[in-house]
């Protein structure tokens, strides 16, 4: 039997749980699951919960824990992925395949030519392009999506030992390969390319300048 998976506020050590909203709606009316049933929720935590539907409401589904699990599925290396922002559709592609590949954080980024300037009115859909997609590849951690920064901000504050941008200009990215630390940050620009006073920045800032190989990507086909 398929296991239906939900999203739902921090759970903490209570065993009463109430999902409301887009969550509740898709139990109630979508997926008709009734009282008595079970399903498995996730609060990103790293926990999960297997728990049983006691109420069902018109707007709040009322549920019962009956067991936490700890089920970790994040990658030993923590990639933050900061890139400027796609295109329609292809945000939401984007970030399914970073959640989906275990990317740990996903900062957009305004370069000076980016096509699209990221808002913070966008975070809260990015954000529920996270969840779903967590719920699908079974992630109890759920991708952190940063606020929108500037470049030359972006390289001013990372601190990961690890730090790439991504652009044709860099070195053979088989140079920078390196073991030993566990957290990296890899920049990725719009598709007009990085000004040379950004690739200036980020090289002040102690960022390695890379390239993936000889093809001109797609900057979520580089991201991913």
């Known amino acids: 039997m398929r296991e239906h998976r939900f999203h739902v506020d921090p759970v903490g050590g209570s065993d009463r749980v109430v999902m409301a909203g887009s969550e509740a709606h898709h139990l109630r009316h979508v997926l008709r699951l009734e009282i008595g049933d079970e399903v498995t929720l996730f609060d990103g935590s790293g926990l999960e919960f297997a728990a049983r539907i006691e109420r069902t409401g018109k707007h709040e ?18 990639v933050s992925i900061a ?97 030993g630390p566990d957290e990296a940050i890899v920049a990725i620009g719009p598709e007009g390319g990085i000004a040379d006073d950004e690739l200036e920045a980020a090289r002040r800032h102690g960022w390695r300048v890379v390239r993936w190989g000889p093809r001109i990507l797609r900057l979520e086909t580089a991201a991913i």
């Open 61 to 78: 589904i009322e549920l019962t824990v009956v067991e936490r699990r700890e089920v970790s599925v994040e990658s030993p290396r923590r």
């Open 83 to 179: 890139s400027a922002v796609p295109k329609g559709d292809r945000q939401q592609v984007l970030l399914e395949k970073l959640v989906e590949l275990g990317t740990a954080c996903w900062l957009p980024v305004e370069w000076r030519r980016s096509a699209v300037r990221p808002e913070a009115k966008s975070v809260e859909r990015w954000r529920r392009y996270v969840i779903e997609a967590s719920k699908q590849c079974r992630r109890n951690r759920l991708m952190e999506v940063g606020d929108p920064t500037s470049a030359v901000d972006l390289f001013d504050r990372a601190n990961e030992p690890i730090r790439w941008l991504l652009d044709p200009s860099g070195e053979p990215i088989e140079r920078a390969i390196v073991d």
